[in-house]
């Protein structure tokens, strides 16, 4: 935890002979990350039907 504490809030490499063998993020910024690749999921999703056409439907037939 003294690691984790160190890096203030940012994210912080956990290194194994030199090598980054995980990064320690916080909770924040993990959520935050997590939000804005399913926003850019949502995006891909919305762009693919963009060019499908339409069908009208009256919410009273529904």
């Known amino acids: 935890m003294d690691t984790v504490l160190a890096g203030k809030g940012e994210p912080v490499a956990i290194l194994n002979r030199n090598t980054p063998a995980f990064y320690c993020v916080p909770a924040d910024l993990y959520e935050t990350m997590m ?3 399913e926003d850019l999921e949502l995006n891909k999703i919305a762009d693919a039907r963009a060019n499908q ?3 009208r439907v009256n919410i009273d037939d529904l």
């Open 35 to 37: 939000e804005q690749l």
């Open 53 to 55: 056409k339409r069908i």
